[in-house]
T-cell receptor
Framework: AQTVTQSQPEMSVQEAETVTLSCTYD???????LFWYKQPPSRQMILVIR??????QNATENRFSVNFQKAAKSFSLKISDSQLGDAAMYFC???????????FGAGTRLTVKP | EAQVTQNPRYLITVTGKKLTVTCSQN?????MSWYRQDPGLGLRQIYY???????DKGDVPEGYKVSRKEKRNFPLILESPSPNQTSLYFC?????????????FGEGSRLTVL
């Protein structure tokens, strides 16, 4: 079964600085999606960024970007110019194309210091 | 507004008292699933449904039941809740056509079993 590992239970960053959250995954598939979801205190699961495995170009959404290393099965999230509103739990997730479930890491709690 | 709606958002119950958590989506999605979120474990899939009258077990199905009589609804039933089912529950849905891989989540239901 596919697994997703987030090795950093907690991270902190100074406001306006940059932080990188790590994620590795294990799969024998070649066609899949990777995601980062944000969960603020409201508990809502919010999609931050999505990467399709067949695309070599790293996905970017405003201040959020990923470093996708397919061979190394690594998918890190970089948050630039961190803002107080970025404080949340972040989950890395994997989903095989047209599969029935999404696999999640254990999460990384990000604190943003003013 | 496209959304997944869960009810109740909060519930405290006692061991053995049957309860149902409802889930409804208005996006005509074929695929629906239930996850539970526990500290240090991320989100784990309980049950999923590929379409009406088609359901199957996820990773942690013990103590739960589901049904899919209509495309939009996917209730989670706890016939005899126990304290180890105290958790945060999420319903999610997605579409196969034009599949982007993304799951759309409800706002979560916090369940406490005493």
């Amino acid at each position: 079964a596919q697994t997703v590992t987030q090795s950093q239970p907690e991270m902190s960053v100074q406001e306006a600085e940059t932080v990188t959250l790590s994620c590795t995954y294990d799969t024998s598939e070649s066609d899949y999606y990777l995601f980062w979801y944000k969960q603020p205190p409201s508990r809502q699961m919010i999609l931050v960024i999505r990467q399709e495995a067949y695309k070599q170009q790293n996905a970017t959404e405003n201040r959020f970007s990923v470093n996708f290393q397919k061979a190394a099965k690594s998918f890190s999230l970089k948050i630039s110019d961190s803002q107080l509103g970025d404080a949340a739990m972040y989950f890395c997730a994997y989903r095989r194309t047209r599969s029935n479930d999404m696999r999640f890491g254990a999460g990384t709690r990000l604190t943003v210091k003013p | 507004e496209a959304q997944v709606t869960q009810n109740p958002r909060y519930l405290i119950t006692v061991t053995g008292k049957k309860l149902t958590v409802t889930c409804s989506q208005n996006m005509n999605h074929e695929y629906m699933s239930w996850y539970r979120q526990d500290p240090g474990l991320g989100l784990r899939q309980i049950y999923y449904s590929m379409n009406v009258e088609v359901t199957d077990k996820g990773d942690v199905p013990e103590g739960y039941k589901v049904s899919r009589k209509e495309k939009r609804n996917f209730p989670l039933i706890l016939e005899s809740p126990s304290p180890n089912q105290t958790s945060l529950y999420f319903c999610a849905s997605s579409s196969y056509s034009g599949d982007t891989g993304e799951l759309f989540f409800g706002e979560g239901s916090r369940l406490t079993v005493l």
